[in-house]
T-cell receptor, first 111, second 114 residues
Framework: SQQGEEDPQALSIQEGENATMNCSYK?????LQWYRQNSGRGLVHLIL?????REKHSGRLRVTLDTSKKSSSLLITASRAADTASYFC???????????FGKGTMLLVSP | EAGVVQSPRYKIIEKKQPVAFWCNPI?????LYWYLQNLGQGPELLIR????????DSQLPKDRFSAERLKGVDSTLKIQPAELGDSAVYLC????????????FGPGTRLTVL
């Protein structure tokens, strides 16, 4: 079963624009992680936010977490064509790295 | 540092045939995961190993799937016999096993069952 649900399912933007993806989940978590997957490749870890954190930054990425609403958002600023990929949120319920992934958001960044 | 290695990258078999996938995790990573990823979906955990012990195999279809990690390093996932619905990407990942450590994924094996 999949705990997280990403929204939107697909997003198409122009280079330089910001991209925002949302993730909702159902049960209490220890942490939430975002991963990127380029076509035909494995997943790459982007950022982890713990349940007691509200916001985290990494380069052009900003992640927020609202545990009261059981939701998270991933913001990619000044997007590039190379950001084209699928983005997945994954929840860790126990803190022992057993992750439950959502279905992902497909992001297309056009030059 | 080498990443997670998986082989083969692609496999095409006929239904009812057996198939095996191999994974070599990042050196020193005690925890190894096998995931199944269907088209348009996120990965779903099949089994998690801590060293050579399978600590979570609740989602592994044990009637046809088996896995082993005999020496606590590399691992093999087997399907016997394969069914049409097994067509998917099989991903291996590893982590150091520390709490909240991230997982590092291999490129996956794309299985097509005809």
């Amino acid at each position: 079963s999949q705990q997280g649900e990403e929204d939107p399912q697909a997003l198409s933007i122009q280079e330089g624009e910001n991209a925002t993806m949302n993730c909702s989940y159902k049960t209490s978590i220890n942490n939430l992680q975002w991963y990127r997957q380029n076509s035909g490749r494995g997943l790459v870890h982007l950022i982890l936010i713990r349940s007691n954190e509200r916001e985290k930054h990494s380069g052009r990425l900003r992640v927020t977490l609202d545990t009261s609403k059981k939701s998270s958002s991933l913001l990619i600023t000044a997007s590039r064509a190379a950001d084209t990929a699928s983005y997945f949120c994954a929840t860790d319920l126990s803190g022992y790295s057993t992750l439950t992934f959502g279905k992902g958001t497909m992001l297309l960044v056009s030059p | 540092e080498a990443g997670v290695v998986q082989s083969p990258r692609y496999k095409i078999i006929e239904k009812k045939q057996p198939v095996a996938f191999w994974c070599n995790p990042i050196s020193g990573h005690n925890t190894l995961y096998w995931y199944l990823q269907n088209l348009g979906q996120g990965p779903e955990l099949l089994i998690r190993y801590e060293n050579e012990e399978a600590v979570d195999d609740s989602q592994l279809p044990k009637d046809r799937f088996s896995a082993e990690r005999l020496k606590g390093v590399d691992s093999t996932l087997k399907i016997q016999p394969a069914e049409l619905g097994d067509s998917a990407v099989y991903l291996c990942a590893s982590s150091s096993g520390l709490v909240t450590d991230t997982q590092y994924f291999g490129p996956g094996t794309r299985l097509t069952v005809l």
